[in-house]
Every structure is written in C-alpha cells, then in structure tokens.
C-alpha cells in the first residue's frame, strides 16, 4: 500500500472513556476510494475507532484521545481542528435508520440549508441528486414532502445516505448500517456502497464478517480495542496471519 | 384467609378510595355549575358575561364580570409575553446548554420554584416590586427622560415622544397589572421551563447524532432539530403554564391594584377572576346573587383552565402517538 493514496493515517491512536482505553494504539491507514470493513466481537471498539474519525466521540463528556489520526496529512485533534467542516467532508451513516421527523425533502436539504443554501432550485437539483446517487430517487420521487418517517427501515437508511450525501463528503462512516435491516434491504445497502465507491471513500464497521467479505477492499480485525490485522480483505478471510483473527473469522468465537 | 379473598379485598379496597376521590370532585364540579346557574339564568347570560359594570354591592347590584375577565386576559397575556420566552429559553438552556454539573443544579433548582408559595411571591411584589416601580421608576421614566428628550430639541423626540413618556409612563400606584405580569412571570417560569426541559432531553440521542454528523453546530442543532421535534411538548408546557398563570389567585389578589375595571394600559389596575372571588366571597351573603355570580366567575374560569387542560391533552396524545408510529 503507497502512503500517499491513504485519505486517513492512524497513528499509535489510542481513546480513553474516562480510565478506560477503548482502542489501544492502532495504526491504520485508509485508502481513498476503497471500502475498508473494521471486525471484530462487540465491545472491541471497532465502533469508537469510526466514530473517532469525524470526531463524533466529542459528544462523550470524559473521552480523551492519544496518538494522531492525520486527514489528508493533517492532525484532525488540533485544536484549531474545524471541527464542523471535518463533519462535512466526512460524514456519517448510523446503526438504526434516523431521519428527522420532517419530511424527504427537508431530511436531505439538511445539510446545505445549514451551509446557508437558499435558492429553491438549487436544494431541489441537491436532493433529487443525492437521491439518486442513493437509489432512493425512484421510490420516493412523489412522496418527497410526506414524512421521512413513513418510509420502510430499507428506505430510511438509504434516506440517511442521502441526507450525507448531500453534503458532498469524501468519507463515508457506517456503523453497522444494515444490522437493523431484513435481507433484501441489506443487499440493496450492500449494492449501493458498491457503486458509491467509485467516488467516495467507505469505512464501514459491521458484525457480519460475510458482509465484510463481500463488499470490502480492506479488512481490519480488532480485538479488546487492538487492531490485531489488516489487510486485503481476500488475504483476511482466506489466509489470515494470525492465529486470533483466523479464530473469529472462522466462528470459533465472536 | 385465601389469597384470592385478599386479592380481591384489595382490589376492592382501592377502587372505593379511587372513586371515592373521582366523586368528590365530581360533586364538587356539580355544585360549582349548579351554583353559577342562578345567576345566568337570572341576569342573563350576555349580560353577565358582557356587562362593563361590576358593583355587585351596588342598589340594584351589578353583575357585569367582562372587567374581570378583561382583567384575566391582560393580566394573561402581559404575563405570557414575558414568561414563555423566558421560560423557553431557560429550559434551552438548562436541556442543551448548560454544564452536567450545573444542569444538575439548575434543574432541581428550577422545579423547587414551581413550589414556591405564591403568598410571598404576592407579598415580595407588594413591598419591594411596587414601590420601585411607582417610586423609582415612574421619575425616571415620566419626568427625567421627557425632560430629557424635550432640551434636546430634536423634532417628534423632543415632542411626540417626550410626550408619550409623559403621559403614557407616569405609574400612578406600583399595584398594576405589570406588577401582577412580573410576578406571575416568577410563577409560571419554573412550570414552563420544567415541563419543556423534560420535552427537550426527551428527543431521541439519535436526531442530535444525526444532526451533528451533518456537521451542524450547537445552535443549529437546537434550533433546527431539537426544538422542532419537541414542539408538542412546548406548546404543553406553555399552555400549562398559561394554566397556571389564569388560575393563580393570591398574585393577582395582591397586586394587581384590585380596580374592577376594563385595563387599557399596561400600568392600569385590574380585578382578575380569582382575585375576585378571593376578595368578595367573603363579604357575599350566603345564596344571594352576589354568592351566586361569584360562583358565576368559578365556573368560566374552570371552563377556561378545563379548556386548556384538555387541549394539552390532546396535544400530548397526538405526540405520543407520533412516537409509537415511528419506526425507528
């Protein structure tokens, strides 16, 4: 892997709640334009480790980080971090479907309202945009003022990609997106990350290790807060270096 | 004894004390109407309601109660035009602001105000609030700024509104119904703010996350999410708190200048309902129309806090059942 085309640069990162040391001192580097799955049993801190990405472990009162996570070679814990901007640039998609509870249109005019967009036409041509590129647009092109709420978890979801999409981020962070969500709609989800990799940069951390398989460029397997590999995903789940990994990817715990 | 025996004397026992209480207040709700009936039926229901002339010891007597109801509303409205804001803002910050530690604080704080005793708030007013306003403020405004704004020869400064000043500020005694609005600001406060508190923190942890994920800040999430979604636990806690604020009687008996006429200005007296009934049932002789029409009061003012009771109600319900059909 060349250094350079990394978009996220982990280094010796480490994240406190309180006295407890979540994710110990992971080095990791992401790939633009690649699905990396994170693994691993609940409670590994795979979660943590994404949602210190966009820094959305702010929000927790006693969490304090060591180590760097470099955005494009820049720090994002300095203080003087533009903390909304990184939100922007890289955004979130959460385990249980959330939209606001208004309607299509205003969940994915979110966003660039808050920006400061105004202009009707231009939310219009933004929404009908990031609904499409969500594969949301055919389903809810004649119900976009009614309720996001009145669509189905699939369609939520995919309403929630959306609403990030319209922000026109760079990275997008699942934390377990399809968990809440019958087959069908997974495999939507899974088709969907598919084609959105062609432009944007995926991390996505699931507890479905055949999800994983399937979607992901990159594989990291994380176990009690530690990144014990990462690789290629087919390297991983076909020949994995070690022995814990190859444990868990194979069902013997988890 | 067979457990089924207890059970049931148990079921029976509380369901007796149960409607034993239900009752009560029925009856009590019954003698209310049946009381206040005499005087409409005798009067006249548009005369009572709609009369400009309460002198109900006067010979003949008369019960027109508009003043009164006229005096309610201002004093309502002074009130709400201060305390929903204030009330508000307080929960804003209180839910989304403040520190852990001080929310912790605050908010018993806060709720043990609810509690205060509107006798002191009422006696607070009288002798601190009313004097500063007609002693010390009143100067100010309707002598030293008129004088003021007449040297500096400004036109419509140093003439309209110097005269406005003038005439319209001048306090002529600190028991008004802006004394009354203050004070029954400090009643209402905690009633809103702790409801609305309550409706605020009840907003799923899951829009803010989504909000702030979208790289919305502080403000904009407060303003564009968190308030949106709890805007039918607001509009409880406010009309709650105008609840509150119709109801209350010792404030309003003791400071609100007691006049029972019609206030056009907001520094003019007022007789509010409660206050009222407070000050007259006493003096009433037992079942004479005075007693009748003061029953006559109680009824529309449990009409009109029954109204909005049952309009929160419904506000309520209709939220909880928006919650339930979410399918998150």
Request: glycine letters at 8%; one cysteine or more; a neutral charge.
């Amino acid at each position: 892997m060349v250094a350079g085309k990394n978009i996220f640069e982990l280094k010796d990162f480490s994240f406190y709640y309180g006295d407890f040391l979540a994710v110990k001192s992971v080095n990791l580097g992401i790939e633009a334009r690649k699905i990396t799955a994170i693994i691993g049993p609940s409670g590994c801190g795979k979660s943590t480790l994404l949602r210190s990405l966009n820094r959305m472990n702010d929000l927790i009162l006693t969490s304090r980080v060591e180590g760097e996570v470099l955005f494009h070679g820049v720090d994002i814990y300095r203080k003087d971090t533009d903390v909304i901007e990184l939100r922007k640039r890289v955004g979130m998609v959460f385990q249980k479907p959330n939209p606001f509870p208004s309607s299509v249109y205003e969940n994915v005019c979110y966003g660039p309202r808050i920006r400061g967009i105004k202009k009707k036409s231009q939310l219009d041509e933004i929404v009908e945009n990031a609904l499409v590129r969500a594969d949301l647009w055919k389903e809810v092109k004649d119900k976009l003022h009614e309720s996001g709420m009145s669509l189905s978890g699939g369609q939520m979801q995919r309403l929630c990609i959306a609403r990030s999409l319209a922000q026109e981020p760079e990275v997008l962070l699942f934390d377990e997106p399809t968990s809440a969500l019958d087959p069908i709609s997974t495999a939507n989800i899974e088709n969907l990350l598919q084609e959105l990799r062609k432009t944007i940069t995926i991390v996505i951390v699931t507890h479905n290790m055949q999800q994983a398989a399937r979607i992901s460029d990159y594989t990291a397997f994380m176990y009690l807060g530690e990144l014990i590999e990462f690789g290629e995903t087919d390297t991983i789940f076909v020949n994995p270096y070690n022995k814990l990994t190859e444990e868990y990817i194979t069902g013997r715990f988890g | 004894m067979r457990w089924q025996t207890k059970e049931k004397a148990v079921e029976r026992i509380v369901s007796a004390v149960g409607l034993f209480s239900v009752i009560v207040l029925l009856l009590i709700g019954f003698f209310l109407f049946k009381e206040a009936f005499f005087i409409f039926y005798k009067i006249g229901v548009m005369k009572v309601l709609f009369g400009m002339a309460w002198y109900p010891t006067y010979e003949p007597p008369e019960f027109g109660m508009f003043p009164l109801i006229m005096g309610t509303v201002a004093v309502t409205i002074l009130t709400s035009l201060l305390a929903i804001p204030l009330g508000i803002a307080t929960a804003v910050y209180i839910a989304e602001v403040a520190h852990h530690r001080v929310k912790e604080i605050l908010k018993p704080v806060i709720e043990m105000l609810a509690s205060f005793p509107s006798v002191v708030l009422g006696f607070f007013g009288m002798v601190v609030v009313a004097p500063i306003l007609s002693n010390w403020l009143s100067p100010i405004l309707s002598e030293h700024i008129p004088e003021l704004l007449r040297s500096t020869g400004i036109p419509l400064l140093s003439t309209t509104v110097a005269d406005f000043f003038y005439d319209k500020l001048f306090i002529a005694s600190g028991l008004n119904i802006s004394t009354a609005a203050l004070m029954l600001t400090a009643r209402a406060i905690p009633v809103i703010s702790s409801i609305a508190e309550d409706a605020l923190t009840a907003v799923p942890r899951t829009y803010r996350e989504a909000s702030y994920s979208l790289g919305a800040g502080k403000w904009d999430t407060i303003w564009r999410v968190v308030i949106p979604s709890s805007v039918s636990g607001l509009s409880v806690a406010v009309i709650l708190g105008i609840g509150t604020i119709v109801g209350e009687t010792m404030i309003v008996l003791m400071v609100a200048g007691g006049a029972a006429v019609i206030p056009y200005w907001i520094f003019d007296a007022a007789r509010p309902m409660p206050a009222a009934i407070a000050a007259e049932m006493a003096e009433a002789p037992f079942r004479s129309l005075h007693y009748h029409a003061l029953f006559g009061i109680g009824a529309i003012l449990f009409l009109i806090t029954f109204g909005l009771s049952l309009l929160s109600d419904f506000i309520s319900k209709k939220y909880r059942s928006v919650r339930i059909g979410e399918k998150i």
